[in-house]
């Protein structure tokens, strides 16, 4: 969620560093600050609000130096101001940022404040600064002061450390959250995420658990948690600096739902040939884990959770094996009964999603035949760790509301789905079918990108609404599951989702005239359950907007309006394209409201903490 970038160089880093900010800005963020060292002395700035109001504040009174760390970030503890936002500082010496969660602060704090410490703010960052300056008194050398800090830490962090006393080095440290280096000639960085540094660099080592490492400008020194000196290997980006960059779009989420063409067919590509999935889709390694699969358990959260929910129909129907998915939150706390030959699967876009990493950790000690990740960023934690990996290929996704990274996510479990199909009687013909199914489907999606403008229309009709349902059946209840989902996301409006057959079980008493009620309605097999479903919406007075298939007919009734699919989706391709003009929607009615459709408040793009 919160955002580190520091650097060490000869020339003066703070512009690096506030473009390094500028990159993190989509992760959602409160407040954001600097601090530098010049001369052995320290200088700090802080503002709430975003990265620009320190822009702002830095161009009055400019701060110079060729050492820094800075920050964006996300309030857990104590409210958004400027006394809480980072860095953090000791005595004016030491200063740090922080990613995660200390869950023995007070504890700590307490400990601090019977010592004669001071605090300034609200947060548990405050005392890991003042816990370091302590140790540093006694050690007098910051590397060993800040070993001893994270010995007593309970919780998950990533520590970047700026000592005035030692002005040439970086010290960071990692447990739970990402952290990387960047590497450059006669100068190093380091972030939260590679994208923050590649306008400086393409070359990174990644931090594993339990490490430390000292940055100066000419090396890097990593210990593992044992206090032994380790190498990490290093790896070279493939992003580029502008993959980022909104181009000719308003916002970087209407940039990625019309991307969605091209992220698929990057799914896709080199994974299907000859009318097959390719065994090898999945890694080398893949193909015995998948021979003994007999069931899978997918665990994610949010819209990947959602991803998830579409693949159990797809697996159950066409794999005839058990499929269970589940809310990476809930299964941390639970003791889950593992059947003999069950594939742990985790869906995540950013790789590190505290939950469903920590879930993933919980896995590989439980019993599943493998785990494998389906993922958007290669760097991250999750395919580091992980047995089998599907790399979804999406490019950057900066909008906090996950679009691309959704439909992609489902190509990717379609391709899962055909593999362990196979091994379970599907024919060949069938195959050849659904893969062809898949390679119609960037076409496919051109074809629903063009209803935008209407969409953009049939949004004024819930500028003024609080309220809003969401319906769907079989495959697609999920699909309205991710519809209310983008809509509450980026424009505050409360939506709901609900299998349409629950309706009689309490929704019901919901609908009138002020409430919309949205439905998806492809030509399948649940169509006329459906239609009856809706047809009780507009008996008590729901205004209805329904996505159908060109076949579907609902009467020329007021009260309905239709929104015509293409025609022909077969049923791997519905789940996907269905979600495409909801995610339209939800777009053009935050634009309408003047909502910050990137950055939605409250919100982070990467959930690094629990």
């Not at 920050?71 to 940022?97: C, F, K, L």
């Not at 970087?252 to 889709?281: F, P, S």
């Not at 519905?574 to 495409?580: D, F, N, R, S, V």
Request: proline share 4%.
């Amino acid at each position: 969620m919160c955002g580190i970038v520091g650097a060490v160089a000869e020339r003066n880093v703070v512009p690096i560093l506030m473009e390094g900010l500028r990159r993190l800005e989509y992760r959602g963020y409160d407040s954001a600050g600097i601090a530098i060292v010049d001369n052995n002395a320290m200088a700090r700035v802080r503002r709430l609000g975003k990265v620009q109001e320190l822009q702002n504040a830095l161009d009055v009174d400019p701060v110079r130096g060729s050492i820094g760390i800075s920050h964006t970030r996300w309030a857990t503890h104590g409210a958004p101001s400027e006394a809480n936002a980072h860095p953090h500082t000791s005595q004016d010496s030491i200063a740090i940022v922080h990613n995660g969660i200390i869950e023995n602060y007070e504890e700590l704090r307490d400990d601090l404040k019977s010592q004669g410490y001071e605090f300034g703010s609200e947060t548990d960052t405050e005392v890991v600064v003042h816990r370091i300056h302590h140790h540093l008194k006694k050690t007098g050398d910051l590397m060993t002061a800040v070993r001893a800090t994270v010995a007593e830490l309970e919780g998950a962090y990533a520590l970047a450390v700026l000592s005035a006393a030692e002005p040439d080095k970086l010290i960071l440290a990692r447990a739970g959250c990402p952290v990387v280096v960047g590497l450059g000639i006669g100068e190093n960085f380091v972030a939260s995420d590679v994208a923050a540094l590649l306008p400086v660099t393409r070359k990174f080592m990644f931090l594993e658990e339990g490490d430390i490492a000292v940055v100066e400008r000419t090396q890097v020194t990593i210990y593992d948690e044992k206090g032994g000196e380790v190498a990490r290997p290093v790896k070279e980006s493939e992003l580029t600096a502008d993959a980022a960059e909104r181009g000719q779009f308003r916002h970087y989420m209407q940039k990625e739902i019309h991307e969605q063409a091209a992220a698929v067919a990057r799914t896709l590509e080199e994974r299907i040939a000859g009318g097959k999935v390719l065994d090898a889709a999945f890694g080398p390694d893949a193909i015995d884990a998948l021979d003994k699969t007999r069931g899978v358990h997918i665990v994610a959260c949010g819209t990947s959770y959602h991803a998830g929910l579409v693949a159990r129909y797809w697996i159950e129907q066409l794999c005839r094996i058990p499929c269970t998915v589940e809310i990476a939150s809930e299964y941390r706390y639970r003791s889950p009964v593992v059947p003999v030959d069950t594939l742990f699967v985790t869906i995540s876009q950013s790789g590190e999603t505290a939950d469903t990493l920590a879930a993933l950790r919980a896995a590989k000690e439980a019993g599943y035949v493998s785990t494998l990740t389906i993922c958007n960023v290669p760097e991250s934690s999750m395919v580091r760790e992980s047995d089998l990996v599907m790399m979804t290929r999406a490019g950057p996704e900066i909008g906090v509301a996950s679009t691309k990274a959704f439909t992609t996510q489902l190509a990717a479990l379609a391709l899962l789905t055909i593999l362990l199909a196979r091994r379970n009687g599907l024919e060949e013909k069938q195959e050849r079918a659904l893969v062809a199914q898949l390679s119609e489907l960037p076409g496919l999606i051109e074809q629903v990108l063009a209803l935008d403008t209407a969409i953009e229309t049939l949004a004024e009709h819930f500028v003024d609404k609080h309220h809003a349902l969401f319906l769907g059946r079989g495959v697609q209840n999920p699909v309205a599951m991710e519809g209310a989902l983008k809509l509450k996301e980026i424009s505050y409006i409360h939506a709901e989702a609900y299998a349409a057959g629950e309706l009689k079980h309490g929704p019901l008493a919901l609908v009138d005239e002020d409430m919309p009620v949205v439905a998806v309605a492809p030509d399948d097999e649940l169509l006329e359950k459906l239609k009856s479903n809706l047809q009780e919406v507009r008996a008590r007075g729901g205004e209805l907007y329904v996505f159908a298939d060109p076949r579907v007919q609902f009467g020329d009734r007021v009260g309905i309006h239709t929104m015509r699919m293409p025609a022909l989706i077969q049923d791997f391709q519905a789940p996907i394209l269905y979600t495409i003009p909801l995610q339209l929607l939800a777009y053009h009615v935050a634009v309408l409201k003047g909502t910050d459709v990137d950055q939605p408040r409250n919100l982070a793009k990467s959930v690094t903490v629990e």
